[in-house]
């Protein structure tokens, strides 16, 4: 039984060691999980992305968050060109341990678009509607 | 070019018939989107899973969320068995079509562990930390 599935009859205030989680992390194949970037102040939810193990040491020893690049096969730290930097505010791994929630300060937009929020395409009945303006 | 492509560019207003986003969304190699599930009032996220074409179209339908579970390779509804369903609020597409935003009213905890959320393990400093009690 992995470390993630012990916790999951663990009572609140149990802690373990940071890297033995890591370690134990549901990394797909590619070696990634899925995380998810939420605006700490607004609640809104920006972004999908992945992290590996790699990304996530970074994103948690730097404090700004560092995704992988699927696409350019890199480390990616947000806004690293743009820079429309995210700062960590916290940082959580769900029950199976395939997925990191991180809360962010997130400074400008955080789309490629320049939209607030990469979830801009909103369900309206049998349409989809863009939701905001991009630059 | 994909429709979900075009419509970066699109201004706030532009709509395109449904079944032409979800025929457009970038399915991966298994057919899937990821879709993270956001309480509707407290703006808490929940929970990390995969949808494909199918489960997407009787979310949007039936109005409670339905997944596609990997590991038993069929459709899940939320809830089905415990009773722990997820209304349906809002269904949100993000910039590149492969994941989705589940705004829901959550009945009863979100997570298997009987925790309101899957996202109980925190990081604090070099350790991980469970934040509240399961079941």
Chains 1, 2 share one sequence.
Do not use: I
Request: glycine share 6%; with cysteine; proline share 3%.
């Amino acid at each position: 039984m992995s470390l993630v599935s012990e916790l999951e009859s663990a009572p609140a205030g149990t802690a373990r060691a940071l890297g033995e989680v890591l370690d134990a992390l549901a990394y797909n194949e590619a070696g990634l999980v899925a995380a998810v970037a939420q605006e700490a102040t607004s609640r809104e939810v920006l972004m999908v992305a992945w992290m590996n193990r790699e990304s996530l040491e970074r994103t948690l020893e730097e404090g700004y968050a560092c995704y992988y690049s699927r696409s350019r096969r890199t480390l990616w730290r947000k806004g690293e060109t743009s820079g429309h930097l995210q700062r960590v505010r916290e940082v959580r791994f769900d029950c199976d341990g395939d997925a990191v929630l991180v809360l962010v300060d997130q400074t400008g937009p955080a789309c490629h678009t320049n939209r607030p929020t990469c979830f801009y395409l909103q369900v309206d009945g049998d349409r989809v509607r863009v939701t905001s303006e991009p630059l």
